[in-house]
């Protein structure tokens, strides 16, 4: 079994740009950073920052052009595609984004609490995701995440 999964906690660094191709579907593309705090052997905080392209279909587009903004928390969950193409100068060019498939979005400002977006789903919105695992009757504790 194979598995391409990505779960992002961070904040917008544009705003979402959102267009109609020409099948008449919404496609929003936008960027986010995560950040990673560690303390390195000198005892020194480090801070690392990463940023990630995400691309949004349909519904979930429409839902982003309307809510998010640059400096929004949001939860993207989704997977990775990498896209290949040859530019005008005859150069292959490649670019990974993150597909997304359901987003939450956590911030507070201007917000009624913490809404989700899942267009795929007939649910009503979640608070937060929900633990996936094999057997349930079995439920996944933070604690007993080894990371």
């Known amino acids: 079994m194979d598995l391409n999964k990505v779960m ?7 705003d979402p740009e959102v267009r109609t ?9 936008f960027a986010m950073a995560t950040n990673r705090q560690w303390t390195d052997q000198a005892g020194q905080k480090q801070d690392k920052a990463e940023f990630h392209n995400i ?30 193409w040859t ?22 400002r201007g917000n009624s609490g913490v809404a989700a977006a899942n267009p795929t789903m007939s649910k009503p919105a979640q608070t937060a995701p929900e633990p996936v695992t094999n057997n349930p009757s079995e439920e996944i504790r933070v604690e007993d995440i080894p990371f």
């Open 8 to 14: 992002l906690i961070g904040r917008v660094t544009r």
């Open 21 to 29: 191709i020409p099948s008449g579907q919404s496609v929003a593309t």
């Open 55 to 84: 691309v949004a279909w349909r519904k979930l587009a429409e839902i982003i052009q309307q809510y998010v903004k640059k400096g929004s928390k949001i939860y993207i969950e989704g997977r990775v595609e990498t896209r290949s």
């Open 87 to 108: 530019d005008p100068q005859g150069v292959k060019k490649y670019r990974t984004e993150i597909v997304a498939e359901n987003m939450i979005m956590l911030d507070s």
